[in-house]
């Protein structure tokens, strides 16, 4: 059996910001692989590669401050060289939003599209390679032995003095049957639920201003994730313990540059769901929601036009073809349906809420052409104990990254990574 002084698994962005501190950093020729069960990370460095470089934005203030993020943005800026997009307009609109008890926040952003996100690992894994970190892409964990200091995977044994677990939000569920076989208590009593809006561009015209407008509405409601020019709604397949199958919503775009507009944009509009006593599990919560739309849709997600909606009806084949129904939904693999059906009425009260507001904001948003795609689910809130505020969770193992909760963004993700790099040289060194 090989041992390696650093096993990092996961080639997202946390993976890749700790690999990058430890080579660079450390002082003595370390040992270190660096395994991810794909051949190119599966979060959004592969999917729209939308970067946000201003607090709070991807960065979960139970772990950061704003003087513990910004120390680290110009490293985690000096590897991701972002083209940082102009905005213009952001005070007429922040003061509507303001008017209306919402805001509107001023971030530093770029986008590079899912193409050119693949660009940008393809140069990180070259460089990876570069400082000798070994790579072995395609291999995946299965179990950890922390008593031994050996993570098992489809391939072989592999013995570590110590341990990144940093697997995404896909790996939610696989993080926490490596907590359990750990020991480490962890909660995941947090979710993010709500739909996808897709629209012509020309009835949410701000995106021609901002990439990606942040808005807060109140009762924990704000929009994420804003894809335009050539913008698609995609979605993401999900399997339980139980083997059911649902599906959430999700968008991502192609570079500006190399791609015509298909003249769409969407994103997602999402209420901050926390749970207490006796629920444990917002996980669950979630999963049960994406089952019953899925039961609804014939196994798929579903799409609702705005008009439709308004009118207390469900939208039918139809809805999608004709008249003022403009434009065909970008995802076509999606039942036409009555969302108002399969979301509970407090998260959905509290989000059309927020579209009304934001259609005061940017008028047209809700034009009746509008469709609300639903489910889109958040996993990424496991709370394990850490140990230390290098999200340490016992002598050896590390976590980092959005299956941690200790992001929610590609920058957030990095910067973890880099936190906890800083424990595991403290540990080697
Ligand atoms: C579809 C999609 C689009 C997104 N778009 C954006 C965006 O535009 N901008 C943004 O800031 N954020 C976006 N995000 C969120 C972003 O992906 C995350 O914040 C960020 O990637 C988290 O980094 P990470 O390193 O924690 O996880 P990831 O980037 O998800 O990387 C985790 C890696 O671990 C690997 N892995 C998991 N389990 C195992 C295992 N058992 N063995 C081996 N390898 C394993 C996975 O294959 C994956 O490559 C998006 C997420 C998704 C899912």
Redesign the pocket.
Known sequence: MELYDVVI???????MGAAFEIANASKKNLKILM????Q??????R??????FTYPI?FPEEYWSADQANSMMDQVIGYLRPDILPKTNIDIYRKRARRLGCDLLDIRQAHLGTDGGLLLIKRLLAELNAVGIQLSLG????SVDDTHQVIA?DKRDIGYKVLLI??????FH?LQMMLQSMGVPFVDNIVDIGIRVETRIEHYPIVNDYYDPKFYFPEKVRTF?TNSGDAHVVK?RYVTARADVWYSV?G?AYSAAKHESNGLTNFAILKTVRFTAPLASGQAFAENLGLQAALMGGNKPLMQRVGDFRLGSRSKENSFNADLFDFPPSLRDCCPGDISLAMPAKILRAIWKAMKNLDTIVPGVLHPSTIMYYPEIKLYANKPQYLDDHFRVTNHVFL????AGT???????WAS?IRAARGMLGLLE
Do not use: W, Y
């Not at 940093?166 to 790996?171: D, F, N």
């Open positions: 698994v996961g080639s997202g962005p946390a993976g395994i991810d069960q794909e190119f990370s599966t979060g959004g460095m999917n729209d590669c939308k970067m946000n991807g291999e995946t964990m299965l995977t940093a697997p995404g939000r896909k790996g696989f994730c993401e999700n991502h980092a990254g959005d299956g992001s929610r963004g590609i920058t957030a993700a990574g």
